[in-house]
């Protein structure tokens, strides 16, 4: 299916959830000198939430944020909007850090989703706050049980009840799609309209005395006697402390995630609103859901009854150079509509009103990061791999911990400074990324055509785990 043979389509860089969202108010740019206890560096979800437990710890810290162009324009403001918690990582989190460690990050994620929904509650944020659980399912044979490993984790540990197996007719009861088989549902998820989210995050920031500055990009943050410097082209930040929480431009040459981050792109089709069709299929509790691959197909509805449909096969972009093609790629779109169809054939001679897209920081592990910068006190965090409505709460729980020097549990979470694998450098990395991502797209592809993928496919999609890296969940 080619975007050209779609209705009324409008591809941009930003999407609908920015252009459904509330209107604000601009802010100014940074000028002159400001001191600062905090400064924090990025508006997404990860620096605001960062700020907002940084005031909710301690009323009286003053707190600075800049963002280069405007809070929550960026993949905060543009993503499916899965408020998804991890325990579908538990076995990868196992593996890695250990039952304890695993268990306590999958308990504060599974807080944090709860937590979104009070903070919207109580700070009167119309977020469309739906919790109603996530369902992943099946699509193809070789698909079939993906979620066993993480369900024998969670009944192992104790939280059998996290993970909800289900038989085909069980699935069919929650949304009767053709392409699906069984699957499994993940109760204590939930959706959000990401830009309203973040905008209103912004809102109740300055509202609790956060300076925001908007379109103030930092040229330079440099540990000084003092403690850190921020400096933008209209001014400096002088602060003690510091939160680097930009995303995928920390892998930006130059920059302090450039060996631990792939930065990959995402893309998003919405439909018109199509409320018989979800009654027609039994799509009406407002789940999200995703298919089993590693380049995953997600898609969830809203109040007025559309599909935002997502797939996460987007090209991977060398040293975080995005050339605009992380936010618009008419070829990605059109295959993101193709498994729309594919999925939902009722939707045949149903429009498409928006397309865009954003970029991911991936780690190689598939787990969110935080980690002290030498030199200063600045700690930087990224790295969640298109999992990061929910756990960006939890991490910016952390990081105002790790700023306020408090030895508590979310200091602790095994996420702190976690020595990730190194990437190699450009340009082999990004040659290497695309060749993975080719053969997983040939292997996947040969999969849900019910055949058998061919063997130099299969071994390149299983370079990542050879070489200790993670793909999936």
């Known amino acids: 299916m080619h975007l050209e043979r779609l209705v009324a389509v409008k591809h941009d860089a930003h999407g609908y959830w920015l252009e459904e969202a509330p209107a604000i108010e601009l802010v100014p740019e940074l000028g002159g000198e400001r001191t600062a206890d905090v400064v924090v560096v990025g508006g997404g979800y990860t620096g605001m939430w960062a700020a907002w437990h940084l005031k909710q ?22 993503n499916g909007g899965f408020c998804n918690v991890m325990w579908f990582s538990l076995p990868n989190m196992r593996g890695r850090w250990g ?63 996290a993970i909800q197996p289900l038989t ?25 309209q990401p830009a309203r989210l973040a905008l ?5 920031l300055r509202e609790r005395g956060v300076e925001v500055y908007e379109r103030s990009s930092v040229t330079r943050l440099a540990g000084s006697s003092h ?22 431009a920390a892998k930006a040459p130059g920059g302090p995630l450039r060996n631990s981050l792939t930065v990959a792109s995402s893309h998003i089709v919405l439909t018109e609103p199509v409320p018989e069709l979800l009654e ?13 691959r590693a380049l995953i197909d997600y898609f969830r509805t809203t109040p007025d009854g559309r599909i935002a449909f997502g797939w996460g096969g987007g090209r991977i972009a060398m040293g975080a150079r995005l050339h605009g093609r992380s936010e618009i790629d008419a070829e990605v779109v059109s295959q ?27 780690s190689p592990t598939h787990l969110p990061l935080v980690l002290p910068l030498r030199g200063s006190r600045t700690f930087v965090a990224a790295g969640y791999t298109g999992n990061g409505v929910g756990p960006s709460h939890m991490v910016g729980r952390t990081l105002a911990s790790l700023i ?18 190194r990437m190699p450098p450009e340009p082999f990395h990004w040659l290497g990324g695309e060749a993975i991502r080719a053969g997983i797209l040939r292997k996947e592809n040969a999969e849900l055509a019910g055949g058998t993928p061919d063997p130099i496919s299969s071994l390149v999609s299983r370079i990542p785990q050879l070489i200790g890296f993670h793909i999936g969940r």
């Open 168 to 192: 085909p007719a069980q699935v069919a009861e929650r949304c009767a799609s053709p392409a699906f088989r069984g699957g499994a549902f993940y109760p204590d998820a939930a959706t959000v």
């Open 227 to 248: 403690g850190v410097e921020a400096h933008t082209a209209g001014g400096v930040v002088r602060a003690r402390s510091a939160v680097l929480a930009v995303g995928a």
């Open 99 to 161: 039952d304890a460690g695993a268990l306590a990050v999958a308990r504060a994620a599974q807080a944090a989703a709860t937590e979104i929904g009070e903070f919207c509650a109580e700070e009167e944020v119309d977020a469309w706050y739906t919790p109603g659980g996530y369902l992943q399912v099946s699509t193809a044979e070789a698909h079939d049980s993906k979620w066993a490993e993480a369900l024998t984790a969670c009944q192992e540990l104790g939280v059998g009840d």
């Open 57 to 78: 710890l301690e009323p009286e810290v003053r707190v600075v944020l800049l963002d280069a162009g405007r809070c929550g324009f960026g993949p905060s403001g543009r």
């Open 200 to 204: 209103g995050l912004r809102e109740r």
């Open 336 to 362: 993101a509509a193709s498994h729309l169809w594919d999925y939902f054939p009722g939707l045949e001679g149903c429009a498409i009103t928006h397309a865009w897209g954003g970029p991911i920081d991936a």
């Open 280 to 292: 027609e299929v039994g799509w009406t509790g407002g789940e999200c859901i995703t298919d089993s």
């Open 404 to 421: 306020l020097d408090r030895r508590d549990d979310p200091s602790r979470l095994a996420f702190v400074d976690p020595s990730p694998p």
